[in-house]
C-alpha cells in the first residue's frame, strides 16, 4: 500500500478539528448517527454499518489513545491533543508496512475498464489495482484541501454538484456581533460571531437550505428562524 500525502506533514487538518482536540467520533448508535447527517444520509449507510462509531472508538483506544464523551455525545481524546490522534495513525501506517510519500497526485490514470492509477505533479505515473481519493473538500487550501477529489470524481464520469460550506467559517458583509444560542432540543449549541467572521458549524447551518436546527435566539433577544 501506498499513501501519497502531497502537505509536508501528515494530518494537518486533523490538527484543527474540534479546536485542536479533534473531534474524533461521536458515542451513539448507528441510527442516531444517521439521523443527525443533514443531506443524504443513505451515502452513509453502508460506510456506518461496517464499521460503527463504537468501531471507531475502539480502534483510537487499541492505538493508546483514551478518549472521553463529552456534551452532545462527542467524543475527544482525553489528552484533548489533536496530535494524539495525528500520531496514532502515522504510527499505524509505519506499522502496518504502507509506504508513505509527499507527492501529488494530479490526475487519474484511466483506460476502458475504470482507475488504473495516478499521474503524480512531477509526471511520474503510479499504477495500482485500487486507488482511494481522500482528499477533503475545498474548505481550506492552505492545508491542501483544494478541490481535488471533486475533479477526480469528474475526470471518472461523476456528476459533481456545487459545493456547499458546512464545517467552515463564514464572513459577513459588514461588521456585526452576536452571540446566537440553538435552541433545538437536539443541536445544543453557540456560535460567536465577530467582526473578522463566525464560526462553528451552528452558524454555517443557520444559513443551510432546509436547516433542522430549528430556532435562534441573539443576546439581543430577537429570535432567529
Known amino acids: 500500500m501506498l499513501l501519497l500525502e502531497k502537505n509536508h506533514k501528515v494530518g ?9 482536540r479533534c473531534n474524533v467520533t461521536n458515542n ?4 442516531s448517527f444517521l439521523k443527525a447527517v443533514r443531506r443524504n444520509p443513505r451515502f452513509l449507510y453502508s460506510a456506518i454499518n461496517r464499521f460503527s462509531t463504537a468501531d471507531t472508538m475502539a480502534f483510537f483506544e487499541g492505538l493508546g489513545v483514551p478518549l472521553k464523551t463529552e456534551r452532545g455525545n462527542r467524543v475527544f481524546p482525553v489528552s484533548d491533543r489533536a496530535a494524539d490522534i495525528v500520531d496514532a495513525l ?35 505515473e503510479i499504477y495500482a489495482r485500487r486507488v482511494a481519493v481522500a482528499t477533503g473538500g475545498v474548505s481550506y487550501p492552505q492545508n491542501g484541501s483544494t478541490g481535488d477529489g471533486y475533479r477526480f470524481a469528474k475526470q471518472a464520469g461523476h456528476t459533481v454538484v456545487p459545493a456547499v460550506p458546512s464545517l467552515a467559517d463564514c464572513t459577513p458583509g459588514s461588521r456585526c456581533k452576536a452571540f446566537i444560542t440553538s435552541t433545538s432540543p437536539n443541536k445544543a449549541g453557540n456560535a460567536l460571531t465577530c467582526a473578522t467572521g463566525s464560526s462553528t458549524a451552528l452558524i454555517c447551518e443557520l444559513f443551510t437550505p432546509k436547516s433542522r436546527l430549528g430556532a435562534y435566539t441573539c443576546t439581543s433577544g430577537r429570535r432567529l428562524s
Open 28 to 31: 451513539c448508535d448507528e441510527d
Open 12 to 20: 494537518r487538518k486533523l490538527l484543527l478539528t474540534g479546536k485542536g
Open 90 to 124: 502515522h504510527r499505524y501506517v509505519k506499522r502496518s508496512g504502507a509506504e508513505l510519500r509527499e507527492a501529488e497526485a494530479k490526475e487519474l490514470l484511466l483506460d476502458e475498464t475504470g482507475v488504473q492509477g495516478v499521474i503524480c505533479k512531477d509526471g511520474s
